[in-house]
């Protein structure tokens, strides 16, 4: 099936009236998130490499038509001036990585009307969970606060490609392996696991299932020690280590119960044991929340293993995000609903040292401390460049990172710098709304009176 048809049937209905109405010059809408979720203080930008390969591709071929008719219940005829539509126009786009506030785009696309409104719902949907995740996942590194992290997330992710991306995006902001060999493989991760409770249920004692790992796998190992009574566990993996001389990059895993106590237990038995190189992993539940705790508590543990929380966000599973209209054949327009009050025009995000960012206009010079995040990255409905490395987004967040404020960083009650607007946007969006109070929305107004004028179309 096309990625065409992977979209919401309004924007189907929207594109049919466009071409009718002959409505193709040049839209800009503007990707962003109107507010973050409780409890952040940050977004990472995520998911415009997937978006850009959509975009790259995106072409409405006689299937797609096919799939709309019926979707429609109208004769093919009707959806024929969609066939062929392919994507021509240019993204602007703050690279994957970077530190991003609530109200500044992500992204702006812009190309003929129809082919702008087409592909809203994939880039919403592609943006949108891969930032909500990324976000999650780096505050999960500021928690452990310099201890390893890695990604046990893909068994309860909304889906394999879901648990790819988790697995990818956590690597991006510092996680250090993943339990997905897929996506250890396609984007050169280190692929870590050690083994499920079934294995040790399986033979007929604890150490017989240490031994028989260690056969096979002869080094380091780790070992899951809490099938059935923790300190035993413990004390029968650090026997099986000593004997077979396993000590050194081997660990033990504990899954359940308090972590921290059992930790302190598991320190003290292995340390009695001369085996002080063995290290201690951590899984069962954990998020950033969990891992800040532990951290504070001094438990130690070596290695944090986060999983479905994690990997599905769970005390934020979605972000408050919109693609608006902003400019349509040289006119800025805008949004006035309540509480969803957009700006006009296209725009660029201006970071200064320390924050705030300047959201300001696309062509406006950038105020003297502020570099532009914005980049062209897709013209003529291609790449400008070539794919990025996951090395390179790493480099964006780490260097962000280190400008936010302490504030925004904390995990528990974190204050959200807040980017302010340019003189130049201000003025234009007072203009803009100044021209639909009296144009659209006084009684009598000129647009209101003339039926006959071109039609505006406005954001949904």
Known sequence: MSGATTVDLYEVTMAMAYLREG????????????????????????????????????????EDVDDFAAALHRPRSDLEPLLGLELTGQVRAVPEGRVVLAGEPLLELTAPLPQAQLVETYLLNRLSHQTAIASKSARCVLAAAGHPVVDFSLRRTHGPEAGFEAARLGAMVGFAGTSNVAAARAEGLTAVGTMAHSFVEAFGAEEEAFRAFARSHPGPVTFLV?????????????????DLDLGSGSAIRLDS??????????????????????RIVASGGLDEYAVAELV??????????????????ADAPFLDSAYKLVEYDGRPVMKLSSAKV????????????????????????????????????????QRTGERPALDEARAWFTADLAELPQDARRITDPTAPRAVFSEQLTALADRVRHRIEEEVLAPGGVRAADESGPRRPGPR
């Open 296 to 313: 504070r508590s001094g438990a130690p543990i070596d290695t944090y293993a986060v999983g479905t929380r994690v990997g599905v966000s």
């Open 226 to 242: 809490d099938t059935y009574d923790t300190e035993t566990g413990v004390r029968t993996a650090a026997r099986v280590l000593r």
């Open 342 to 381: 957009t700006a006009p025009g296209p725009k660029q995000i201006f970071r200064r040292p320390g924050y705030p960012d300047v959201v300001g206009l696309r062509d406006e010079r950038p105020p003297p401390d502020g570099q532009p995040l914005l980049a062209t990255v897709m013209r003529d409905g």
């Open 23 to 62: 409505m193709t010059a040049p839209a800009t809408f503007s990707l962003f998130v109107r507010e973050l979720p409780p409890d952040r203080g940050f977004l990472v930008s995520a998911g415009l490499e997937s978006a850009l390969d959509f975009l790259s591709g995106f072409r409405v071929g006689p």
């Open 257 to 278: 119960g308090d972590l921290g106590s059992l930790a302190v237990m598991a320190r003290g038995i292995l340390d009695a044991a001369g085996l002080p190189d063995v």
